[in-house]
């Protein structure tokens, strides 16, 4: 009992001095946590959008330019891949007719008034049959292989249009990227040297900024590359395609299917 009577004056004394330590320690850290509050070089807004509206008009501008970019990337996906799937299945629909053994006469009239690739090559090979008189020899087949091998590049040439640019998106959007983010980086050491300080609350939210332009190039590049070797492909598949419809034409032309009739016709018109 004496004990803890002895104890308990120094208890209470604690109690006593601790609200004045915590009050000059509150005192103590308040004005720079105050300052550091109110300090206009920090954004009070750090998610996307944010650094995007506090950037440098250098580095918005790449920003934009990239996401430009990948919107473009992502229409010509879309709109290409509409229009290899629709000439891929007239590209089959016309080969299964070849391989069910019409003349040229015949497929020519079936397609007489069609634009489609194959349809093309049909009329072409019909045209030159019409001009040689129907008579089989090897010039014949000679001309009616070069006007398909022209037909085919002249047809590979309209379906890749557009394409191309994804390369240049995939090749170039990373290097914009990383311009905006040196610019970025940049203006941070110049913020850095007008405000006299290093504290990392000031450098963050500036190279924070700049990173961003990195990763919208990351963003607009990567997918852009992946759809540029996708569409490849699938490009590629179709001129094999373009290819097996002029080898059942020469076929055709070897055989003499049809070729004195092989008038197109708005020639006979």
């Known amino acids: 009992m004496q004990q803890r009577n002895e104890k308990c004056p120094g208890a209470g004394t604690w109690r006593n001095i ?5 009050g000059l320690l509150a005192a103590a850290m308040g004005p720079p946590a105050l300052a550091q509050g109110l300090n206009p070089l920090l954004p009070h807004n750090l998610s996307p959008w944010g650094m995007f509206l506090n950037a440098d ?10 996401a430009f970019a990948s919107l473009v990337t992502w229409t010509v996906w879309l709109a290409k891949t509409i229009e290899l799937f629709f000439a891929r299945r007239r590209a089959r629909r016309r080969i299964r007719m ?11 009239r079936a397609c007489v008034d069609d634009k489609d690739a194959i349809a093309q090559l049909i009329q072409t090979t019909a045209r030159e049959a019409e001009l040689s008189g129907g008579i089989v020899d090897d010039g014949l087949k000679e001309r009616v292989a070069l006007r398909l091998e022209r037909a085919e590049a002249a047809m590979t040439r309209q379906i890749s249009r557009g394409v191309g640019i ?7 959007a990373p290097f914009v990227g990383l311009f ?22 000031v450098v963050a939210p500036g190279i924070a900024e700049a990173l961003l332009a990195t990763a919208l190039g990351l963003v607009a590049a990567i997918p852009a590359v992946v759809i ?6 699938v490009i590629a598949g179709y001129r094999t395609l373009l290819g097996d ?8 032309i070897s055989r003499g299917q049809g070729l004195r009739a092989a008038t197109l016709p708005r020639a006979a018109e």
Not at 18 to 22: E, G, N, R, S, Y
Not at 57 to 66: C, D, F, N, P, R
Not at 98 to 108: H, K, N, V
Not at 245 to 252: F, G, K, R
């Open 18 to 22: 601790a609200p004045v330590v915590i």
């Open 180 to 201: 905006g983010t040196v610019w970025g980086i940049m203006n941070s050491f110049i913020g850095i040297s007008e405000s006299h300080t290093t504290n990392l609350a």
């Open 228 to 233: 540029y070797n996708h569409l490849a492909r």
């Open 98 to 108: 070849l391989e069910s053994g019409p003349g040229l006469a015949d497929a020519a």
């Open 245 to 252: 419809a002029s080898a059942q034409l020469l076929l055709i």
């Open 166 to 172: 994804l390369a240049t998106i995939g090749a170039t």
């Open 57 to 66: 008009i250098v580095v918005k501008a790449v920003m934009i330019g990239l």
